[in-house]
C-alpha cells in the first residue's frame, strides 16, 4: 500500500510557484526523509499533504484516501510534530498529551507517552516553562498518540541535545518497526542519514533526485573526499593546491586549517597524492571517507543536478534551544493552526 502519493501537484501563492508538477510516492513502512534548502516547497507540500493548503493542480492520496475530501479522517490515522510547535503556557505536559489521546479517540496512557520520550519527571509542570527541547520532546509525545499509520516529522530534533536526538532517532525506528510510515523532514542532514530508507531532494518546488544514500552516492559519480595532512610550507602547498584542482577526476580541493580537503573520484586519489608531493608538500597522512548526505545534498542543490543513475526510480541544538547550523525551510505558505496540526 502506499501511504503518500502526490501526482502532477503544483501550489501557486500569488506570483510564486512553490511547488510544481510534483510526482511524489512514499510507500507504507518506510522512513522517508524529505529535504531542500529554504524556499523549496517542503512545508507547502506538508501542509498539502495534512489539507492544510490546497493544491492549485494534481491530487494527493494519503493512506489510501484523497487529502482534499477525506482531510479529517486523514488526521485521525496520522501524527504530526510541526516545526515551530507552539504550547499553551498554563497547560501541564500531561495535559497537552491526554487532549491529543482524547482527539484521537485513543486509549494510551499519558504517563506512558511522557515516559517515552523522557517527560515524565515533568508531567505536572506547565509547558510554558518547559525548555525549546521539552517543548519539541511534548510534541513528539502528542504524535505518537493512537499508534498512527502515519507520522510526519518536520525538524524533528529542533532543540534537541545529542542524547534527546538520539532518542528520537530510536523512537523513528521504532515507530516503522511497529508497520507506521514515517515522512521525515529535517536539516540535520546526520538524522536523516541514520534513519531513513530513501531520501527525496526538493528543488525550487521540484524533485531533483529520489534514492537511497548509496544510490544518491552512485548518482553523482561514487566521489570521495580525501582528508590530507599537510606540511607548513604555505608555498609548495599553494602549488600543490593548484596543481590538485588541474587534474582530472578532481571537483573541489579546500584547505582546512593543516588539512587539505579533496573530492575526487576513487581512481584519482593516487593522482592527487603524487601531485603534491611533486610540488613538495610534506604529506603526513591522508585518509578516505565516502560523500556524506551534505555532500550529496550540496551536489543536487548547488549548480548542475547529477544526472540519475540507472538504479534511479525516477545533531539538533541543545536542550536549551540552540539550534545547529541549519537547512531551515521557510516556503511562501500560510502558517498551519497547532491545535489542528497536534490532531
Given at each position: 500500500?502506499?501511504?503518500?502519493?502526490?501526482?502532477?501537484?503544483?501550489?501557486?501563492?500569488?506570483d510564486?510557484?512553490a511547488?510544481?508538477?510534483?510526482?511524489?510516492?512514499?510507500?507504507?513502512?518506510e522512513?522517508?526523509?524529505?529535504?531542500?534548502?529554504?524556499?523549496a516547497g517542503?512545508?507547502?507540500?506538508?501542509?498539502?499533504?495534512?489539507?492544510l493548503?490546497?493544491?492549485?493542480?494534481?491530487?494527493?492520496?494519503?493512506?489510501?484516501?484523497?487529502?482534499?475530501?477525506?482531510?479529517?479522517?486523514?488526521?485521525q490515522?496520522?501524527?504530526?510534530?510541526?516545526d515551530?510547535?507552539?504550547?499553551?503556557?498554563?497547560?501541564?505536559g500531561?495535559?497537552?498529551?491526554?487532549?491529543?489521546?482524547?482527539?484521537?479517540?485513543?486509549?494510551d496512557?499519558?504517563d506512558?507517552?511522557?515516559?517515552?520520550?523522557g517527560?515524565?519527571?515533568?508531567?505536572?509542570r506547565?509547558?510554558?516553562?518547559?525548555?525549546?527541547?521539552?517543548?519539541?520532546?511534548?510534541?513528539?509525545a502528542?504524535?505518537?498518540?493512537?499508534?498512527?499509520?502515519?507520522l510526519?516529522?518536520?525538524?524533528?530534533?529542533?532543540?534537541?541535545?545529542?542524547a534527546?536526538?538520539?532518542?528520537?532517532?530510536e523512537?523513528?525506528?521504532?515507530?516503522?518497526d511497529?508497520g507506521?510510515?514515517?515522512?521525515?523532514?529535517?536539516?540535520?542532514?546526520?538524522?536523516?542519514?541514520?534513519?531513513?530508507?530513501?531520501?527525496?531532494?526538493?528543488?525550487d518546488?521540484?524533485?531533483?533526485?529520489?534514492?537511497?544514500?548509496?544510490g544518491?552516492?552512485?548518482?553523482?559519480?561514487?566521489?570521495?573526499?580525501?582528508?590530507?595532512?599537510?606540511?607548513?610550507?604555505?608555498?609548495?602547498?599553494?602549488?600543490?593546491t593548484?596543481?590538485v584542482?588541474?587534474l582530472?577526476?578532481?571537483?573541489?580541493?579546500?584547505r582546512?586549517?593543516?588539512?587539505?580537503v579533496?573530492?575526487?573520484?576513487?581512481?584519482a586519489?593516487?593522482?592527487?597524492?603524487?601531485?603534491?608531493?611533486d610540488?613538495?608538500?610534506?604529506?603526513?597522512?591522508?585518509?578516505?571517507?565516502?560523500?556524506?548526505l551534505?555532500?550529496?545534498?550540496?551536489?543536487?542543490?548547488?549548480?548542475?543536478?547529477?544526472?540519475?543513475?540507472?538504479?534511479?526510480?525516477?545533531?539538533?541544538?541543545?536542550?536549551?534551544?540552540?539550534?545547529?547550523?541549519?537547512?531551515?525551510?521557510?516556503?511562501?505558505?500560510a502558517?498551519?493552526?497547532?491545535?489542528?496540526?497536534?490532531?
Amino acid at each position: 500500500m502506499t501511504a503518500i502519493e502526490l501526482r502532477g501537484v503544483t501550489k501557486e501563492f500569488a506570483d510564486v510557484t512553490a511547488v510544481r508538477g510534483l510526482d511524489l510516492t512514499v510507500e507504507s513502512g518506510e522512513v522517508y526523509g524529505f529535504l531542500g534548502p529554504n524556499g523549496a516547497g517542503k512545508s507547502t507540500t506538508i501542509d498539502m499533504v495534512l489539507d492544510l493548503v490546497r493544491p492549485t493542480e494534481g491530487t494527493v492520496r494519503v493512506l489510501g484516501q484523497d487529502a482534499t475530501a477525506d482531510g479529517v479522517a486523514i488526521r485521525q490515522r496520522t501524527g504530526v510534530l510541526p516545526d515551530g510547535f507552539a504550547v499553551y503556557d498554563r497547560l501541564t505536559g500531561r495535559q497537552h498529551v491526554a487532549f491529543a489521546v482524547r482527539s484521537k479517540d485513543a486509549a494510551d496512557d499519558p504517563d506512558a507517552l511522557l515516559d517515552r520520550v523522557g517527560l515524565l519527571d515533568a508531567a505536572d509542570r506547565t509547558a510554558g516553562g518547559y525548555s525549546k527541547g521539552m517543548r519539541q520532546r511534548l510534541a513528539l509525545a502528542m504524535a505518537l498518540a493512537g499508534d498512527p499509520d502515519l507520522l510526519i516529522l518536520d525538524e524533528p530534533s529542533s532543540g534537541l541535545d545529542p542524547a534527546g536526538a538520539k532518542e528520537m532517532r530510536e523512537i523513528v525506528r521504532a515507530e516503522a518497526d511497529r508497520g507506521a510510515t514515517v515522512f521525515f523532514s529535517s536539516h540535520v542532514l546526520e538524522q536523516v542519514e541514520a534513519v531513513c530508507d530513501r531520501v527525496g531532494i526538493l528543488r525550487d518546488g521540484e524533485l531533483v533526485a529520489e534514492d537511497s544514500v548509496e544510490g544518491l552516492r552512485e548518482a553523482v559519480g561514487g566521489e570521495e573526499t580525501l582528508e590530507i595532512a599537510v606540511g607548513d610550507d604555505a608555498e609548495a602547498v599553494d602549488e600543490g593546491t593548484a596543481a590538485v584542482r588541474a587534474l582530472e577526476g578532481v571537483s573541489r580541493v579546500d584547505r582546512d586549517g593543516d588539512a587539505l580537503v579533496v573530492s575526487c573520484a576513487d581512481d584519482a586519489k593516487t593522482s592527487v597524492i603524487a601531485a603534491l608531493e611533486d610540488a613538495g608538500v610534506a604529506v603526513a597522512d591522508f585518509h578516505t571517507r565516502e560523500a556524506s548526505l551534505e555532500d550529496l545534498f550540496l551536489a543536487y542543490t548547488e549548480g548542475e543536478t547529477p544526472a540519475p543513475s540507472a538504479d534511479d526510480a525516477s545533531e539538533g541544538g541543545d536542550e536549551d534551544g540552540e539550534d545547529n547550523d541549519a537547512i531551515s525551510d521557510d516556503d511562501a505558505d500560510a502558517d498551519a493552526d497547532t491545535e489542528e496540526v497536534s490532531r
